[in-house]
Nanobody, 126 residues
């Protein structure tokens, strides 16, 4: 059974930090990039950051560059998203997903994802 278990969300003040974790199982971890996506109320789901666990290539949305860092622990099949300098506009439900990985190249977009985990709420207060 494919599972992507996201955790680490919560309520934080603007300027604060959170670390999200995504534990993957039930599929070949090395065959996929793992991505973080978010969806705010009334908005479309968007790609935040993705990482190829095999090749180390990463993607960051412009809105999070310099503030968020994605990393992968291949031994644990877990991907982390360290979120610093959080802003109220980062408030959303955050999902992790397995993204098709073409030798380190991937489309960090919901349409490029095969498997999805449940979301974790991130709320940033002003």
């Amino acid at each position: 059974e494919v599972q992507l278990q996201a955790s680490g969300g919560g309520l934080v003040q603007a300027g604060g930090s959170l670390r999200l974790s995504c534990a993957a199982s039930g599929f070949t971890f090395d065959d996929y990039a793992i991505g973080w996506f978010r969806q705010a109320p009334g908005k479309e789901r968007e790609g935040v950051s993705c990482i190829s666990s095999s090749y180390g290539s990463t993607y960051y949305a412009d809105s999070v560059k310099g503030r968020f860092t994605i990393s992968s622990d291949n031994a644990k099949n877990t991907v982390y998203l360290q979120m610093n300098s959080l802003k109220p506009e980062d408030t959303a439900v955050y999902y992790c997903a397995a993204v098709v990985d073409y030798s380190g190249t991937f489309y960090c977009h919901p349409l490029g994802s095969d498997y999805w985990g449940q979301g974790t709420q991130v709320t940033v207060s002003s």
